[in-house]
Structures are given as C-alpha cells and as structure tokens.
C-alpha cells in the first residue's frame, strides 16, 4: 500500500499522484485537462482508454485499434497502437504529427499517457475491474474539465446556446440530458468498453487490410525498380560489350594496316637491295665509256636505258 509518505520525493514540485478504480461496467467520465499531462500505469484488471484529437480539422472519426503495451497518445508514429498516429512530411521534408482519435486496450503492467488539451475516458469491462494510478503535472493549478455527468462545463451554458451548437432546435431535450446526469465523475457505462473494443478491432482489420493494400503496392513499386535496374544493368553491359568490341576491331583493323604497310616497305627494301644488285653484278653487258684521266668510275647507264639496252641487245642476238 502507498501512503503520502511514498510520495516526499514529490514535493516541492508541481507533479501529483492520483489513482482511479473503476469497478465493473463504470467509466471515468470524459474530460480533458487544461494544462496537466497525465502519465497512468495499470496496476489491476484491464479496460479500455479513448482519447479524442482536441483539433477537429486533423482529427479521424473512427476509432483505432490497440493492443497491451505503452501507449502515448499523441506520440504515436504511423503503425503503432493509438497515439496521434500518422506521421507525415511537411514542408522542407520535415516530419509532421497528425492527430487522430484513438482506442486502445490496456491490462496489467501497461503505460498510457494522455496529454493536455486531449478529451479521454477510461472504462472498464463488465466482467473485470480497472485500476490504474498515474502522475500528473500542474497538479495544483490544473482542473479536470468534465464533459458528462453533474459537474460537466456544459452545465454552465445556456441550453438555448448548447442547443444551437448541438444542431437541435428545441432546448428542452438538452436540459433533459444534462439533469439525467447524477453522478458526477465515475459514471456507470455498462457495456461500453466491449462496444469500443469491437469497433477497434474492426478499425485495426481495416487497417491491416489497407496496410496490406500499401504493402502489396509498395512490393510491386520495389519489383519495378528493381527489373529497371537490371535492365539499365543490362543495358549498360550490352554497352560496354559493344565498346570493347569496337575496340578490338579497330586494333584489329589498325594491327592490319601496319602488317600491309610493313609487308609494301619490306617488297620496296627488296626492290631496292635487287635493282642495286643487279645494278652493279651485270656490268659486263652494259658499255662502259673510259673518261680521261682513268680515275673516273665508269659510266652507269639508267634503269630505263638499261631495260632498252637489254631489250635491243636481245634483238639483235635473235637476228644474228
């Protein structure tokens, strides 16, 4: 058992303790918090816990499902149980909250934190009770602000103004529901949180069903990309294939055109090297001419002369 001696590490300081126990089929009337947070360990029994997103423009309708665990509502990211939910991205990338009302179980041993500004309830079972004992900041300067039951905020409006916002014409029925209110923080709500509970688990299977949509839609987005880029692989080794293959080409082509030139200089070089031998071995055909003074080589006659020489020396030897 705890005793206000548990709690000296506490003061001085603005956090409080509290602790709620909700017998079978009861509800801790919806309220909200105007300035405190609350943190809340379950430390008997199970229930369900629904917080509703304070700004209507970003809030869901339906409920979300939940399982046993911690549960932050409001710091919740996209897939987890409860929480505000959705994260999305904002401008210049960066990442944004969006709140969505949220349902979710808790038992034993699991945390939830609700914070300021966020309408909740607690409700337990019909065939079980729920207890559970948090801590809360500005515990002497926030106040609980119930929206049911004898002490709810909307006791002090005007039932013509309540009527108007409520979208009812007559008044009457309003001061109806409000005076059938007795109690004045723990409601009964018989089978309530048996209600919420189906229909979070129906929310859950839609989601899961929509998550699966996502999922097959993003594995076959991954399919997509990936047979891309084997293709762009693909292609690009057909490329590089096609590349190197020029290349051998052409140092094929360059390789041949070097072995004809070679192959032309080498047929010229023997040219040369015969006409220079036979040049100068066959002078005993050629008339040779003696210049004055004896020093002088003799006269060579020219490949062209040479060839008409033979040519005439050959006739003549036909004739003879």
């Given at each position: 058992m705890m005793t206000s001696k548990d709690l000296d590490a506490l003061h001085g300081s603005s956090i409080g303790m509290f602790m709620v126990n909700l017998t079978t089929?009861?509800?801790?009337?919806?309220?909200?918090n105007p300035k405190a947070t609350e943190i809340a360990i379950v430390t008997e029994g199970s229930g369900i816990v629904q917080t509703v997103c304070p700004s209507s423009s970003s809030s869901s309708s339906s409920p979300?499902?939940?399982?046993?665990?911690?549960?932050?509502?409001?710091?919740?990211?996209?897939?987890?149980?409860?929480?505000?939910g959705d994260e999305g991205e904002g401008e210049g990338g960066r990442a944004r909250w969006q709140c969505r009302n949220s349902?979710?179980?808790?038992?034993?041993?699991?945390?939830?934190?609700?914070?300021?500004f966020h309408p909740m309830a607690q409700m337990s079972f019909n065939d079980d009770s729920f207890v559970f004992v948090g801590f809360s900041t500005h515990m002497g300067q926030n106040h609980p602000q119930f929206l049911a039951g004898k002490g709810s905020v909307l006791q002090a409006i005007g039932k013509k103004v309540l009527a108007l916002a409520l979208g009812q014409r007559d008044p009457t029925a309003v001061d109806k529901l409000l005076s059938a209110q007795r109690e004045s923080t723990i409601l009964?709500?018989?089978?309530?949180?048996?209600?919420?509970?189906?229909?979070?688990?129906?929310e859950r299977k839609r989601r899961e069903e929509e998550g699966g949509g996502e999922r097959e839609e993003k594995e076959r987005k991954e399919r997509e990309r990936e047979e891309e880029e084997r293709r762009e692989e693909e292609e690009e080794r057909a490329r590089k294939e096609q590349e190197k293959q020029r290349r051998r080409e052409k140092e094929e082509e360059e390789r041949a055109r070097r072995r004809e030139e070679e192959e032309r200089e080498r047929e010229e070089e023997e040219e040369r090297r015969r006409e220079e031998e036979e040049g100068g071995g066959g002078r005993g055909d050629e008339p040779e001419r003696e210049e004055e003074g004896g020093d002088k080589p003799p006269y060579r006659l020219s490949k062209k002369l040479k060839k008409r020489y033979h040519a005439r020396a050959g006739v003549f030897s036909r004739s003879g």
């Open positions: 089929g009861s509800m801790m009337g919806p309220h909200w979300s499902g939940g399982s046993s665990g911690d549960h932050h509502h409001g710091h919740k990211r996209r897939g987890g149980p409860g929480g505000r349902v979710f179980r808790v038992k034993e041993g699991d945390v939830f934190v609700v914070p300021r009964p709500c018989v089978s309530c949180a048996e209600e919420l509970a189906e229909k979070a688990e129906e």
